[in-house]
């Protein structure tokens, strides 16, 4: 009946019906080898197949700014490639539709970032396409790729963005879910994507619910563009329910992984999914992942909300300098990094170290980081992971258990877990064997088994706080300055037990008093 049958390609969302044939709106003897501008042509072939099929014969074509505004398919015979001219050009949305199909088509921009050459974009944040197919298309050379912002059911399959241009707001994205203005981009399915030098995000997931992205490549993001912006490869902002399964980040730099959120915005960033994947060769400062904002201070609503990372492969970045970490926490609630392999030479200074949980106010609840393993050469005074001061006094809870680095520190209070100051907070815990400094008359020891104690000057150590029933602590004097009171701490003979450097004493936790179980003067 002279339809084009698509039954088998995209299932239920359109079945059989009539076409339009794109060379008939073209005059006699048109080209194809993208010499000659057929934006008008194409905007009548356009709007004659609303509801119906446009199938484009192969070849390249010459095309400005085409509006859309009904349902429709775009379908080609062949290889078919858009060469973008003019100032604005792409396909635009103008309106809100039922549906939109786009298949098998290859979009040039001009590179030139003034140009704003897109693949397809809505004209605003409040035009709604229900149902969106991109199968099989690419887009190079363009400000933006694919945007999809509050576009709803929307499968993107083998999609491909090579080259964006510009990277101030708004520009340098491959692929966009997520609109504006109280609209939510939902039920997002993307499949194999590949971005290659996208400057501002490869993926970017702002307001979006439902939204699953499988085995995407992020080639040279930003390659070799200085600094670091928060432009990251992928971006994760003020969704829900989110995950993203075997991630590869290759040659990237200024930041793989950012999630985030935002006061402006209703909602919270919640139940981000990270499993698997890898990143390899990271240049100039690249951090593996970062979520928060930095230094920032959001309301705890308008921080992220359940985020997991589990199972990737991480090469640590050598190029990384002054406040810079591989993995920066900067806020969130419960917040957990599991089963992560890192492994790579360390160029940092004394003082840095792999994972860093900030707390300058922003940070509402748990963060846990377990099941860590791998190496570090090049190195001798590096941490796993390095918790702020805030933290450290406060009551904000981190759990750091079951990590097996090799190459850190052997310095107390450095090796996997380091503090900024003396611990005082009895919900930082790890099972750590290292040796945590601590100091002062009543010092925190809920977070270890191992401890090493100095003094500034002659103390009295009336207590050890954070016990619980059953524990077992080693201490080991690293001066000669403090004496153990024999009060809620019962030493042997009931005296008071004063150190020498390097004397040793095990003490158990019972009936809510330590009771000390041997000691070793040296």
């Avoid at 809505?122 to 396409?129: E, F, G």
């Avoid at 492969?313 to 300098?321: A, P, V, Y």
């Avoid at 037990?497 to 040296?522: C, H």
């Amino acid at each position: 009946d002279g339809g084009y049958d698509v039954t088998g390609k995209f299932g239920s969302v359109i079945s059989k019906f009539p076409n339009v044939d794109a060379a008939s709106y073209f005059p006699a003897g048109y080209v194809t080898d993208g010499s000659v501008d057929y934006t008008t042509q194409i905007q009548a072939a356009v709007t004659a197949a609303a509801n119906t099929a446009l199938i484009f014969p192969s070849g390249t074509y010459k095309m400005g700014l085409v509006t859309i505004n009904n349902p429709m398919a775009i379908i080609t015979l062949g290889k078919v490639t858009i060469n973008l001219t003019g100032s604005g050009a792409r396909f635009r949305v103008d309106t809100s539709i039922t549906w939109l199909i786009l298949r098998d088509l290859i979009f040039n921009g001009s590179g030139v970032a003034g140009d704003d050459h897109y693949a397809l974009a809505p004209n605003t944040s409040a035009v709604v396409i229900q149902d969106l197919l991109i199968d099989n298309c690419s887009a190079s050379n363009v400000v933006n790729g694919f945007d999809a912002s509050s576009a709803k059911r929307v499968v993107m399959i083998a999609p491909k963005v090579m080259t964006t241009v510009g990277e101030n707001a708004g520009q340098g994205y491959g692929i966009v879910a997520g609109g504006g203005n109280g609209n939510y981009s939902e039920d997002v399915l993307i499949i194999a994507p590949y971005l290659y030098r996208t400057t501002r995000h490869g993926i970017y997931l702002g307001a979006t619910k439902r939204a699953q992205v499988i085995s995407p490549i992020f080639y040279q993001h930003r390659n070799g563009s200085a600094g670091w912006s928060y432009k990251s490869a992928l971006a994760l902002s003020r969704g829900e329910d989110i995950a993203v399964s075997n991630p590869q980040f290759i040659n990237c730099a200024d930041e793989c992984m950012g999630f985030d959120d935002s006061d402006t915005f209703t909602g919270q960033a919640d139940n981000f999914q990270i499993n698997g994947g890898s990143i390899r060769n990271s240049q100039d400062v690249c951090r593996a992942l970062r979520v928060g904002i930095i230094g920032g201070t959001p309301s705890a609503d308008a921080s992220v909300k359940r985020m997991v990372i589990r199972n990737m492969t991480i090469e640590l970045n050598t190029n990384l300098s002054g406040s810079n970490r591989d993995i920066y926490i900067a806020d969130g609630t419960d917040i957990l990094i599991d089963g992560l392999h890192l492994d790579g030479a360390q160029a940092y200074t004394s003082a840095k170290e792999i994972i860093y949980v900030e707390g300058n106010g922003s940070y509402y609840g748990a963060v846990t980081v377990q099941n860590i393993s791998g190496r570090i050469t090049g190195s001798s005074d590096k941490s796993l992971v390095r918790i702020d001061n805030a933290i450290c006094t406060g009551t904000r809870e981190v759990n750091v258990f079951n990590n097996t680095m090799t190459g850190l520190s052997t310095r107390p209070s450095v090796g996997l877990i380091s503090f900024a100051t003396a611990v005082t907070n009895t919900n930082v815990r790890t099972d750590s064997r290292q040796e945590i400094g601590i100091i002062g008359a009543t010092p925190t020891v809920g977070l270890g088994k191992r401890f090493y104690m100095t003094q500034s000057g002659a103390t009295n150590v009336t207590n050890f706080l954070g016990g619980a029933e059953g524990d077992e602590i080693t201490i080991r004097f690293g001066d000669g300055n403090s004496t153990v009171k024999n009060t809620n701490i019962y030493t042997q003979g009931g005296l008071d037990f004063v150190s020498t450097s390097n004397d040793m004493m095990t003490l158990q936790y019972r009936g809510a008093n330590w009771r000390e179980v041997s000691r070793s003067v040296n």
